[in-house]
């Protein structure tokens, strides 16, 4: 005998078997028995909820011999042809191999003959939005006013690609997700008919992981039921390829406890049973969703997927928190996932961000734990602060990082610019500084507008990302460029001749570099003259070490291109350094990323 998988074989039959559909088999029961059914029909809602079974139920219903009938009797001619799908005045079509306006044509075509052997001939069109707008239009006028004796049964998972006009000539039904109750006793029926050995756990589990759908139920079920002995939660996680709820509770602790050691320990051994590290973000993600939902409504466990005994874990783990911290984690995790996505060490990038949370735990929770502040003035009419509980868990990050003198962007400029990648850095690094950041924004002050357009050209978004999220830890939502001018101190005459500086003159001095001014008597004009004896000394080229060589190709590579007569102030003006808004200035030349 053939293999039947079960969700074929539990199909229902009739309208009294369907499975958390109430609503929707009363009403139609009822247009069945009045004799007063639509000529058009339309079924929407999620996978697995029942569409296409009732669709053929009130094929079966509206044909049997002995109706029309709410209650088939399922053993006459056309109710066993309309099950086996040999019915020939039953037909199903799929939208979404037929999307074309010339099969809509031939089906209406076909509508205007009679039916051969049933009272009603029942079109039943599955996934009909997928038909183009051209095959909706043709099925206008006939949807609206059909033949005598053609009932039209419209079956969706998206209901929004439907056109307005096709679902106003029908009666809509919108099928709802199985309850997680309906389903348990259904599938504890299938498991007692087919003699599966599962726990109620087990059961409970299957259902959950379903999110609402019976014939994914069914097949997890189908799958479990080729395990040897009694099944029960682990092998489900196993088989699914989630990360086990026990794996995240420990893993959480490990993070909460700030032992670094088994956060590497635990990320290993999920990865060596088979677990990717995109779905261990994502685990970990709705985990604390759970945590969340645990923390702010104790008695709503209807709404997470978990079991009874990890629902108790939560209860207890979320005594100690607060929304706030909770929040936290989920951004962080939020925002290392496009990261594990495109990166080609996945695994390498999960410990990182795994160890990521745990250095923020560890940096902010002796901020949390209850102190003795120092002795201050204190009003007598203030009240005394209450205790602040101890946590282990990150706080969000501060709104402000106060100036950039003293943010982590300043402090760590070095490694930011060598993460951008870029080949002049020391160069980036003397004419481009942090102004201020947040996290939401983080602004650069440039030296000149020509040096903008240069690094306009290799600041690609991608690259300052990469930067920001190793430097910082977060990516800022808004990046903007200003001009920033400093008044400098100029020579007193102007240097004609071409002069060769130290790589550290060239790019690190606060002084003007005048070796990039390559003979141009135009920018040379507006610099004062300088006392002869304090002039450079002028180098030879083959005198040169190799490191000075690369200086001076680099100099000569830049000059009369970054390097303009608006670089430099008007000698004896002493204004304050000042940020003029690119706006301002040029137009074309705000960078938003």
């Known amino acids: 005998m053939t293999y039947e998988p079960l969700y074929h074989k539990y199909r229902p039959q009739t309208f009294l078997e369907i ?23 339309l079924f929407t809602g999620s996978r697995g909820t029942g569409k296409t079974s009732t669709a053929r139920i009130m094929a079966k219903s509206l044909n049997c011999i002995q109706g029309p009938t709410p209650m088939p009797c399922g053993v006459c001619a056309l109710c066993t042809s309309i099950t086996r799908g040999s019915a020939l005045d039953i037909i199903e079509i799929d939208a979404a191999s037929n999307t074309g306006v010339d099969n809509i044509r031939e089906l209406i075509e076909r509508a205007q003959f009679a039916p051969v052997q049933a009272r009603f001939k029942v079109y039943i069109i599955d996934e009909v939005h997928m ?18 004796r053609v009932v039209f049964i419209l079956a969706t998972t998206d209901a929004q690609r439907v ?16 309850p997680l109750g309906a389903m348990v006793t259904h599938l504890t029926h299938i498991a007692t008919v087919e003699g599966i050995s599962i726990t109620p756990e087990a059961l409970e ?12 139920a069914e097949s997890l079920l189908d799958q479990l039921s080729l395990l040897e002995g009694e099944i029960g939660v682990e092998a489900i996680w196993n088989l699914v390829g989630a990360v086990p709820e026990r794996d995240l509770l420990t893993l959480w602790d490990s993070l909460n406890a700030g032992d670094s050691i088994q956060v590497l320990t635990q990320t290993r051994r999920l990865m060596d049973t088979g677990k990717e590290p995109i779905q261990v973000i994502q ?3 709705a985990f604390c969703r759970d945590l969340l939902i645990a923390q702010q409504s104790p008695d709503r466990r209807d709404l997470v997927s978990v079991t009874a005994a990890t629902w108790t874990a939560l209860l207890e783990r979320a005594k100690n928190l607060s929304l706030s911290q909770i929040l936290s984690v989920q951004e962080r995790l939020k925002a290392s996932e496009p990261l594990i996505k495109n990166t080609t060490q996945p695994r390498l990038w999960l410990e990182v961000t795994l ?10 929770a002796p901020a949390l734990a209850p102190i003795t502040p120092p002795p201050r003035p204190v009003s007598s009419a203030a009240p005394t602060p209450p205790p602040v509980v101890p946590t282990r868990l990150p706080s969000p990050p501060a709104k402000i990082l106060a100036v950039a003198g003293s943010s982590t962007l300043a402090r760590d400029w070095n490694k930011f610019a060598s993460l951008l990648d870029i080949q002049c850095r020391p160069f980036f690094i003397d004419h481009i500084k942090p102004v201020s950041e947040a996290p939401h924004k983080v602004v650069f002050g440039i030296s000149s507008l020509n040096l903008i357009r240069q690094f306009k ?56 570099a005048p070796s990039m001014a390559r003979d141009l008597p135009a920018r040379a004009s507006i610099l004062p003259k300088e006392d002869e004896t304090e002039r450079p000394r002028k180098v030879a080229l083959h005198d040169m070490g190799e490191l000075d060589q690369a200086s001076r190709s680099l100099a000569d590579f830049f000059a009369g291109q970054i390097v303009s007569e608006t670089d430099h102030e008007v000698p004896g003006k002493t204004d304050p350094p000042l940020l003029v808004p690119m706006e301002a200035a040029d137009e074309d030349d705000d960078i938003n990323f």
């Open 131 to 148: 038909l183009s707008n051209a095959a909706f239009n043709a099925l206008l006028k006939t949807l609206e006013e059909p033949p005598n």
């Open 355 to 364: 160890l990521g949370l745990l250095h923020e735990t560890e940096t902010k």
């Open 19 to 41: 499975v958390g559909q109430e609503a929707i088999v009363r009403t139609l029961s009822s247009a069945i028995r009045s004799d007063r059914t639509a000529h058009a029909y």
């Open 205 to 216: 589990l299957v259902a959950q992981i379903a999110q609402g759908g019976l014939r994914d």
């Open 163 to 178: 056109l307005p006009t096709i679902i106003s000539r029908c009666q809509r039904f919108d099928f709802r997700r199985i």
């Open 457 to 512: 050209a290799f600041l690609s978004k991608k690259r300052l990302d990469k930067a920001f999220l190793e430097t910082l830890g977060y990516i800022p939502m808004e990046v903007t460029f200003v001009l920033r001018k400093e008044t400098e101190a100029m020579p007193e005459e102007p240097i004609a001749e071409v002069v060769v500086f130290s790589p550290a003159q060239a790019f690190r001095s606060s002084e003007p």
């Open 283 to 285: 685990d970990l993600t």
